[in-house]
């Protein structure tokens, strides 16, 4: 959701013009509240990000391709990487994966059931160019996991797992260099392989699939741990416990609980799962051991706040690396950057994020 996806918008222009005419009221109207209420103790994001995630809520609302697809000459154009078992984009530097100084397995968000890996497409660009301005070999493989409801949990573990074994079998890259990151619901993907609970992994040795993948990865397999992890404002709990009243639900406007309730938990879990199992919601799992080194990202007016938080003192409290920024001001998702937060935030994520992925230390 980083752009707007202007071939889309001409292709739909009824859409996108109702689309912006929304957009202008809504704009207008949050200008008003927040005169009225310049007075208030509580904080609010610039007005640049504010109105920037208006615009993207009110874009997806009425018509989701226009920022969380890509346009088809942005595809055509990408290196594509087709197997049996997973689709994935190269959008990183030219050459062999094992080249590069690290390699990043993105994962998009989009609350499972939409999206493109490629609507970050101006996100790798932006990083490509730092890297190389830092003498950074970078390589970036955007992964197109399969969407719910058609493809319910665990179709998407299953895919990155897929991309996992390509890059460390195939393509020969040395575990070390792989560093997953995803955004609101990709933010999860890297992480439920090490982090269901053992007593979890015991019981269904024989017959849950995600489980029989976790143990394949440990015990048989021997798939080593990647090297590194980032979550931006992840979607780690999918009860919603700690969202439904929260008091950013007001300035976060991405996100929606009674929306998310409805529509994405269903799709995403099928009939097989409930929100409370930690393979579902992984910051409800009790084995934080030996995760990768992460960075976990979240906004201070973010209504997913809390569970970043669990999932930080979790992480620690079981000896994990973790390296935390906090984006004052930042609303969900503004890690990504683009119409998500000003060039102030921006500009911090990424320096934070180059400074992790050379290992350097705050």
Request: proline fraction near 7%; charge should be positive; include cysteine.
């Amino acid at each position: 959701m980083a752009q707007i996806n202007w071939q889309q918008a001409r292709q739909r222009p009824v859409n996108t013009l109702s689309a912006f005419v929304a957009i202008s009221w809504k704009v207008s109207g949050y200008t008003l509240r927040r005169l009225a209420t310049c007075l208030s103790p509580l904080p609010q994001p610039s007005l640049r990000t504010a109105i920037g995630n208006i615009v993207c809520a009110t874009l997806s609302a009425w018509d989701s391709d226009i920022v969380l697809n890509a346009p088809k000459a942005a595809v055509e154009k990408a290196r594509k990487i087709s197997t049996p078992e997973f689709t994935a984009f190269d959008v990183g530097e030219p050459g062999p994966f094992r080249d590069a100084d690290v390699v990043i397995v993105y994962l998009h968000g989009g609350g499972y059931c939409i999206g493109h890996p490629l609507q970050y497409r101006t996100m790798y660009k932006r990083w490509l160019g730092l890297a190389r301005k830092q003498g950074m070999k970078l390589a970036i493989v955007a992964v197109q996991y399969p969407l719910a409801p058609k493809h319910p949990y665990p179709s998407q573990l299953e895919t990155v797992l897929a991309v996992y074994r390509h890059l460390i079998h195939t393509e020969h890259v040395t575990p070390e260099k792989i560093c997953f990151a995803g955004d609101s619901a990709g933010g999860i993907s890297p992480f439920p392989f090490g982090s269901v609970p053992h007593e979890t992994r015991r019981l269904n040795r024989t017959g849950n699939l995600v489980a029989a993948t976790v143990l394949a990865i440990r015990d048989d397999e021997k798939l080593p741990s990647p090297g590194k992890a980032v979550l931006f404002s992840a979607w780690l709990d999918l009860t919603l416990s700690t969202i439904e009243n929260h008091e950013c639900l007001d300035r976060d406007v991405l996100v929606i609980p009674a929306y998310m309730k409805a529509h994405l938990v269903p799709a995403f879990i099928g009939k097989d799962y409930s929100p409370s199992d930690p393979r579902i919601s992984p910051v409800l799992a009790t084995d934080f051991k030996n995760l990768p080194a992460q960075l976990v990202v979240y906004g201070d007016l973010e209504v997913m706040q809390d569970e970043a938080k669990t999932w930080i003192q979790k992480s620690t409290d079981a000896g994990v690396p973790t390296t935390v920024y906090i984006g004052k001001g930042g609303l969900h998702g503004f890690g990504v950057g683009g119409l998500l937060c000003d060039s102030t935030l921006r500009r911090e994520v990424d320096d934070t994020l180059f400074r992790f992925l050379k290992g350097e230390k705050d």
